[in-house]
């Protein structure tokens, strides 16, 4: 990805979690909730990860964010979901990781994973010096 493609991401992952700061609840002193950032693409859920430098090949399709609700009103609950592009990351598998954003200079890595672990090849990118 060059510089300008990493400035880029830097501000969306910057206005992604401002967006998803403004989704936490103020419960007046009791414990906060947050949405995370998934997303789901070919029936698979995705979670973004930070500090990893990849670069966006190919158009995939469409990935969709749910709504976002922390707190379990029905306000927030019948939020539509949206849908961003979605985009191949060089060297990993779509059932692995996908790019989501308005166009690839702006695309989020995200990482199809449960558990704690990264895929191997995923933790490579972040380790590579």
Do not use: H, W
């Not at 700061?21 to 009791?30: F, L």
């Not at 997303?39 to 190919?58: H, I, L, P, Q, W």
């Not at 976002?68 to 598998?93: H, M, N, Q």
């Amino acid at each position: 990805m060059s510089r300008s493609g990493r400035s880029a991401c830097a501000l969306l992952t910057a206005a992604l979690i401002g967006t998803v700061a403004g989704c936490a609840a103020d419960s007046g002193g009791e414990g906060e909730a947050s949405c995370a950032f998934e997303v789901s693409y070919e029936g698979r859920t995705y979670k973004d990860v930070a500090n990893v430098d990849f670069t966006v090949t190919d158009k995939l399709g469409t990935a969709t964010l749910p709504p976002c609700d922390d707190t379990g009103s029905r306000e927030e609950a019948e939020t539509e979901e949206t849908e961003e592009p979605a985009y191949a990351v060089k060297g990993l598998s779509p059932e692995t990781a996908i790019a989501v954003g308005s166009s690839p200079d702006e695309a989020v890595f995200v990482v199809s994973y449960s558990g704690t672990r990264l895929p191997p090849e995923v933790q490579e990118l972040i380790d590579k010096p």
